[in-house]
DNA sequence: ATGACCGGTCGTACCGGA
Protein backbone atom coordinates (compact mmCIF):
# COMPACT_ATOMS: atom_id res chain seq x y z
CA UNK A 1 0.00 0.00 0.00
CA UNK A 2 0.92 3.16 -1.13
CA UNK A 3 0.06 6.46 0.87
CA UNK A 4 1.00 10.03 -0.26
CA UNK A 5 0.80 13.64 1.36
CA UNK A 6 0.65 16.76 -1.09
CA UNK A 7 0.64 20.23 -0.96
CA UNK A 8 -0.41 20.95 -4.32
CA UNK A 9 -1.15 24.78 -4.21
CA UNK A 10 -4.19 25.37 -5.69
CA UNK A 11 -5.75 22.22 -7.67
CA UNK A 12 -7.05 24.25 -10.34
CA UNK A 13 -3.46 25.68 -11.45
CA UNK A 14 -1.93 21.96 -10.73
CA UNK A 15 -4.69 19.75 -12.40
CA UNK A 16 -2.81 18.62 -15.35
CA UNK A 17 0.09 18.12 -13.09
CA UNK A 18 -1.83 16.77 -10.59
CA UNK A 19 -3.33 13.90 -12.64
CA UNK A 20 0.12 12.64 -14.57
CA UNK A 21 1.22 12.23 -10.81
CA UNK A 22 -1.67 10.07 -10.21
CA UNK A 23 -0.43 8.05 -13.13
CA UNK A 24 2.52 7.57 -12.29
CA UNK A 25 3.11 6.92 -8.85
CA UNK A 26 -0.09 5.26 -8.34
CA UNK A 27 -0.72 6.27 -4.77
CA UNK A 28 -3.52 4.13 -2.95
CA UNK A 29 -4.34 6.69 -1.04
CA UNK A 30 -3.51 10.78 -1.51
CA UNK A 31 -3.83 13.48 1.13
CA UNK A 32 -3.51 16.98 -0.38
CA UNK A 33 -3.62 20.31 0.95
CA UNK A 34 -4.32 23.92 -0.18
CA UNK A 35 -6.73 22.61 -2.84
CA UNK A 36 -7.70 27.18 -3.22
CA UNK A 37 -11.44 25.58 -4.56
CA UNK A 38 -14.53 25.09 -3.29
CA UNK A 39 -15.68 21.61 -3.08
CA UNK A 40 -18.55 22.13 -6.10
CA UNK A 41 -14.87 23.29 -7.96
CA UNK A 42 -13.02 20.06 -7.30
CA UNK A 43 -12.09 18.38 -10.55
CA UNK A 44 -13.48 15.55 -8.84
CA UNK A 45 -14.97 13.71 -12.25
CA UNK A 46 -11.10 13.65 -13.47
CA UNK A 47 -9.70 12.01 -10.63
CA UNK A 48 -12.61 9.62 -10.45
CA UNK A 49 -11.30 8.63 -13.82
CA UNK A 50 -8.55 7.43 -12.47
CA UNK A 51 -9.88 5.32 -10.62
CA UNK A 52 -10.14 6.75 -7.13
CA UNK A 53 -12.91 8.00 -4.40
CA UNK A 54 -12.88 11.73 -4.02
CA UNK A 55 -13.52 13.25 -0.30
CA UNK A 56 -13.02 17.10 -0.11
CA UNK A 57 -13.19 20.03 2.32
CA UNK A 58 -13.24 23.01 0.49
CA UNK A 59 -13.37 27.38 1.09
CA UNK A 60 -12.98 28.89 -1.81
CA UNK A 61 -10.38 30.95 -2.48
CA UNK A 62 -7.81 29.52 0.26
CA UNK A 63 -6.73 26.75 2.16
CA UNK A 64 -8.87 23.05 0.93
CA UNK A 65 -8.12 19.59 1.69
CA UNK A 66 -8.89 16.40 0.22
CA UNK A 67 -8.22 12.48 0.17
CA UNK A 68 -8.81 10.48 -2.84
CA UNK A 69 -8.09 6.64 -2.45
CA UNK A 70 -8.82 3.40 -4.53
CA UNK A 71 -8.76 1.46 -1.80
CA UNK A 72 -11.89 2.44 -0.40
CA UNK A 73 -13.20 5.54 1.31
CA UNK A 74 -15.82 5.58 4.17
CA UNK A 75 -16.41 7.58 7.40
CA UNK A 76 -15.49 10.69 6.19
CA UNK A 77 -15.04 13.67 8.35
CA UNK A 78 -14.47 17.29 7.91
CA UNK A 79 -12.86 19.53 10.28
CA UNK A 80 -12.29 19.28 14.27
CA UNK A 81 -14.02 19.03 17.21
CA UNK A 82 -15.12 22.65 18.56
CA UNK A 83 -12.09 24.06 15.43
CA UNK A 84 -10.86 27.46 16.41
CA UNK A 85 -11.50 29.93 13.15
CA UNK A 86 -9.83 32.99 11.62
CA UNK A 87 -12.02 34.31 12.48
CA UNK A 88 -14.68 31.63 11.70
CA UNK A 89 -13.26 27.83 10.63
CA UNK A 90 -11.38 26.81 7.41
CA UNK A 91 -11.20 23.69 5.44
CA UNK A 92 -8.08 22.47 6.89
CA UNK A 93 -8.71 18.91 7.80
CA UNK A 94 -10.35 15.64 6.21
CA UNK A 95 -10.52 12.41 7.58
CA UNK A 96 -11.78 9.13 6.05
CA UNK A 97 -10.99 5.15 6.48
CA UNK A 98 -8.98 4.15 3.19
CA UNK A 99 -8.76 0.23 3.82
CA UNK A 100 -7.95 -0.76 7.01
CA UNK A 101 -6.48 2.90 8.15
CA UNK A 102 -7.49 5.85 9.42
CA UNK A 103 -6.31 8.51 7.22
CA UNK A 104 -6.28 12.16 7.79
CA UNK A 105 -5.19 15.32 5.71
CA UNK A 106 -4.56 18.43 7.52
CA UNK A 107 -3.25 21.57 6.59
CA UNK A 108 -1.82 23.67 9.84
CA UNK A 109 -2.20 27.17 9.79
CA UNK A 110 0.82 29.83 8.54
CA UNK A 111 0.94 31.90 11.95
CA UNK A 112 2.49 34.44 9.38
CA UNK A 113 4.61 36.31 11.93
CA UNK A 114 4.84 35.24 16.22
CA UNK A 115 3.40 38.57 16.91
CA UNK A 116 0.13 38.16 14.53
CA UNK A 117 -3.19 37.09 15.60
CA UNK A 118 -2.57 34.22 13.19
CA UNK A 119 -0.26 33.09 15.15
CA UNK A 120 -2.11 32.36 18.01
CA UNK A 121 -4.68 31.10 16.14
CA UNK A 122 -2.06 28.59 14.74
CA UNK A 123 -1.50 27.34 18.34
CA UNK A 124 -5.03 27.32 18.85
CA UNK A 125 -5.47 24.87 15.84
CA UNK A 126 -3.09 22.74 16.73
CA UNK A 127 -4.65 22.01 20.32
CA UNK A 128 -7.77 21.09 18.61
CA UNK A 129 -5.93 18.84 16.05
CA UNK A 130 -4.46 17.27 19.37
CA UNK A 131 -7.54 16.84 20.97
CA UNK A 132 -9.91 15.46 17.72
CA UNK A 133 -6.74 13.16 17.12
CA UNK A 134 -6.81 11.84 20.26
CA UNK A 135 -10.20 10.82 20.22
CA UNK A 136 -9.67 9.48 16.85
CA UNK A 137 -6.63 7.17 17.81
CA UNK A 138 -8.92 5.69 20.85
CA UNK A 139 -11.18 4.34 17.75
CA UNK A 140 -8.92 3.74 14.95
CA UNK A 141 -5.11 2.32 16.20
CA UNK A 142 -4.44 1.86 12.63
CA UNK A 143 -3.93 5.60 11.66
CA UNK A 144 -1.78 8.43 10.10
CA UNK A 145 -1.74 12.04 10.15
CA UNK A 146 -0.52 13.41 6.99
CA UNK A 147 -0.36 16.91 5.38
CA UNK A 148 1.32 20.36 5.57
CA UNK A 149 1.72 21.17 9.21
CA UNK A 150 3.92 24.36 8.82
CA UNK A 151 6.15 23.62 11.62
CA UNK A 152 9.88 22.46 11.01
CA UNK A 153 9.98 20.31 13.66
CA UNK A 154 14.07 20.13 14.60
CA UNK A 155 16.55 22.81 13.13
CA UNK A 156 17.74 19.92 11.04
CA UNK A 157 14.70 20.42 9.03
CA UNK A 158 15.63 24.07 7.88
CA UNK A 159 18.27 24.92 5.50
CA UNK A 160 19.88 27.69 7.56
CA UNK A 161 18.04 28.00 11.55
CA UNK A 162 20.26 30.88 12.26
CA UNK A 163 17.51 32.45 9.28
CA UNK A 164 14.49 31.39 11.38
CA UNK A 165 15.11 33.20 14.74
CA UNK A 166 12.22 34.64 15.85
CA UNK A 167 10.21 33.06 12.66
CA UNK A 168 7.16 30.84 12.65
CA UNK A 169 7.98 27.37 11.91
CA UNK A 170 10.48 26.67 14.86
CA UNK A 171 9.32 28.75 17.67
CA UNK A 172 9.25 26.56 21.08
CA UNK A 173 5.52 26.81 21.17
CA UNK A 174 5.09 25.31 18.06
CA UNK A 175 7.31 22.18 18.11
CA UNK A 176 5.95 21.74 21.66
CA UNK A 177 2.32 21.28 19.47
CA UNK A 178 4.21 19.09 17.24
CA UNK A 179 5.80 16.66 20.61
CA UNK A 180 2.48 16.91 22.32
CA UNK A 181 0.51 15.34 18.98
CA UNK A 182 3.46 12.60 18.72
CA UNK A 183 2.96 11.95 22.51
CA UNK A 184 -0.25 10.16 21.61
CA UNK A 185 1.42 7.48 20.34
CA UNK A 186 2.67 8.27 16.73
CA UNK A 187 5.66 8.16 15.04
CA UNK A 188 7.32 10.41 12.58
CA UNK A 189 7.79 8.41 9.39
CA UNK A 190 10.82 10.99 7.83
CA UNK A 191 11.29 10.02 4.40
CA UNK A 192 14.80 9.55 2.53
CA UNK A 193 16.00 12.60 1.22
CA UNK A 194 15.24 12.75 -2.97
CA UNK A 195 18.45 14.15 -3.64
CA UNK A 196 21.32 15.59 -0.89
CA UNK A 197 21.46 15.21 2.60
CA UNK A 198 18.07 16.50 3.84
CA UNK A 199 14.25 15.16 3.37
CA UNK A 200 12.97 18.77 2.83
CA UNK A 201 9.61 18.88 1.16
CA UNK A 202 9.36 22.87 0.39
CA UNK A 203 11.68 25.16 -1.28
CA UNK A 204 10.48 28.72 -1.46
CA UNK A 205 9.70 29.86 -5.39
CA UNK A 206 12.05 32.83 -4.76
CA UNK A 207 15.94 33.10 -5.59
CA UNK A 208 16.82 29.79 -6.75
CA UNK A 209 15.88 28.10 -3.41
CA UNK A 210 14.94 24.25 -4.89
CA UNK A 211 18.39 23.86 -6.93
CA UNK A 212 20.03 25.40 -3.55
CA UNK A 213 18.28 22.83 -1.88
CA UNK A 214 17.03 26.02 0.64
CA UNK A 215 14.15 24.43 2.03
CA UNK A 216 12.06 23.06 5.20
CA UNK A 217 10.76 19.50 5.99
CA UNK A 218 7.00 21.02 7.12
CA UNK A 219 5.15 17.65 5.23
CA UNK A 220 5.07 15.37 7.91
CA UNK A 221 3.44 11.39 7.89
CA UNK A 222 2.88 10.46 11.96
CA UNK A 223 1.70 7.11 12.36
CA UNK A 224 0.69 5.16 14.69
CA UNK A 225 3.03 1.68 15.56
CA UNK A 226 0.48 -0.75 14.04
CA UNK A 227 1.06 0.96 10.45
CA UNK A 228 4.65 2.48 10.94
CA UNK A 229 5.79 -1.06 11.94
CA UNK A 230 4.69 -1.73 8.41
CA UNK A 231 6.80 0.94 6.36
CA UNK A 232 8.79 -0.77 4.12
CA UNK A 233 10.16 2.81 2.70
CA UNK A 234 9.41 6.82 2.59
CA UNK A 235 10.62 8.97 0.44
CA UNK A 236 10.47 12.68 -0.82
CA UNK A 237 9.25 12.69 -4.55
CA UNK A 238 11.48 15.71 -5.40
CA UNK A 239 11.10 14.92 -9.19
CA UNK A 240 7.45 16.42 -9.03
CA UNK A 241 9.00 19.71 -7.99
CA UNK A 242 10.81 19.87 -10.98
CA UNK A 243 10.27 21.58 -14.17
CA UNK A 244 7.31 24.43 -15.43
CA UNK A 245 4.34 25.38 -12.99
CA UNK A 246 5.34 23.29 -9.97
CA UNK A 247 3.81 23.56 -6.33
CA UNK A 248 6.07 24.50 -3.94
CA UNK A 249 5.88 21.87 -1.93
CA UNK A 250 7.32 18.16 -3.05
CA UNK A 251 4.73 14.98 -2.01
CA UNK A 252 6.11 12.76 0.68
CA UNK A 253 5.57 9.18 -0.58
CA UNK A 254 5.09 6.23 1.87
CA UNK A 255 5.29 2.16 1.11
CA UNK A 256 3.32 0.21 3.63
CA UNK A 257 3.99 -3.97 3.34
CA UNK A 258 0.01 -4.16 3.45
C1' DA B 1 20.36 21.89 -16.24
C1' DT B 2 15.50 21.50 -11.50
C1' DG B 3 17.54 27.74 -12.92
C1' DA B 4 16.47 32.65 -9.86
C1' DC B 5 7.93 33.70 -7.06
C1' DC B 6 3.21 32.02 -7.73
C1' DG B 7 -1.94 31.75 -7.17
C1' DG B 8 -6.01 34.09 -6.18
C1' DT B 9 -9.16 37.98 -7.03
C1' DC B 10 -13.23 41.85 -9.31
C1' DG B 11 -7.39 42.87 -9.50
C1' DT B 12 -4.62 45.05 -13.93
C1' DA B 13 -2.18 45.97 -7.17
C1' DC B 14 -2.26 43.45 -3.30
C1' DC B 15 -2.81 39.69 -0.07
C1' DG B 16 -1.34 35.09 1.43
C1' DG B 17 2.02 31.77 1.34
C1' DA B 18 6.54 30.12 4.63
Redo the contacts with the bound molecule.
Sequence with gaps: MRIATW?V??????LPRLLDWLETRAPDVACL??T???VDAFPTAEVESLGYQVAVHGD????GVALLSRVGLSEVRTGLAEEPGFPDPEARSIAATCGDIRVHSV???????PEDP?YAYKLRWLEALRATTASELADHPHAVVCG?F?I?PTDADVWDPALFVS???VTAPERTALAELLGLGLVDVVPRPG??PNPFT????????????MG?R?DLVYATPPVADTVRDAWVD??T?????????APVIVELDR
Design positions: NNSVGARQEKCAGRWNYVPNGRTHDNASTHKGYWDYRAGAFYKDMIRERKGKGPSDH
